[in-house]
């Protein structure tokens, strides 16, 4: 079955460390997505990624640093610089048609989520 | 201002009952709407979509208001297993990005 892929699903980091958060894609989808959740709130876009080698900021990209070197990859560093980075991570992904609105499109795809803990 | 609003709840409503939570956007040139549904410790999952004409898929029906820039969601015959948070959802007019609401909270009770 095609899906998305977040690992670890729990993760418990000391201050101080960077962590990388996996997110692996079988759907073919061009792009994909980083959001943060904290308690109570929406989800905030980190970074996104339209294409391989190719990744934008999103509205809280500092202290995050990502890579998409493969289609079906698009990991998430959270660096030291990160000042409160315990929250819950989710992956997403699209199919992405440039200039074009398509009906389906842009309904986002979500991995099952990876919660990281700050000691 | 938040770009997408939403009352947190929760909303707590007996079985059977009918519940509507609505969604204020503030960007008047926003394409794209939709609710997602997130159950506790889980990802988001798309529940509908919704048409400027509005639109109903079973006990659940959708509705634009461009003119106040509100949508909403209407539940109806809940179930004990709609309890869950309800997520606004608001394209913006470039790229494919998404903004989301901060969830309204419903908890249908026995």
């Known amino acids: 079955d095609g899906g998305i892929t977040q690992s670890p699903k729990y993760l418990f980091r000391k201050e101080g460390q960077n962590v990388t958060l996996s997110c692996e894609q079988n759907l073919n989808h061009d792009a994909m997505y980083w959001y943060r959740q904290d308690p109570g709130q929406g989800l905030r876009l980190i970074y996104y990624?339209?294409?391989?080698?190719?990744?934008q900021k999103g509205d809280i990209a500092e202290g995050y640093s990502v890579s998409r070197e493969k289609k079906e990859s698009f990991p998430l560093t959270v660096t030291s610089a990160q000042k409160n980075p315990t929250a819950f991570y989710l992956c997403?992904?699209?199919?992405?048609?440039?200039?074009?609105?398509?009906?389906?499109?842009?309904?986002?795809?979500f991995g099952a989520g990876s919660r990281l803990t700050v000691l | 201002r938040k770009e997408v609003e939403q009352d947190p709840g929760p909303f707590n409503v007996p079985e059977g009952a009918t519940v509507a939570f609505n969604c204020t956007y503030s960007n008047s040139a926003s394409q794209s709407f939709f609710w997602y549904r997130q159950d506790c410790r889980k990802e988001p999952k798309l529940l509908m979509s919704v048409y400027s004409s509005g639109n109903e898929d079973g006990r659940f029906t959708a509705q634009l208001n461009r003119a106040s820039q509100y949508i909403s969601l209407l539940i109806r015959d809940s179930k004990l297993s709609d309890s869950a948070t309800y997520l606004c959802v608001v394209r913006k007019n470039a790229g494919n990005m998404l903004t989301f609401g901060g969830g309204t909270r419903l908890m249908v009770k026995p």
């Open positions: 997403a992904s699209s199919k992405s048609l440039q200039g074009r609105l398509v009906s389906g499109a842009n309904v986002l795809t």
């Open positions: 990624s339209q294409i391989v080698n190719d990744f």
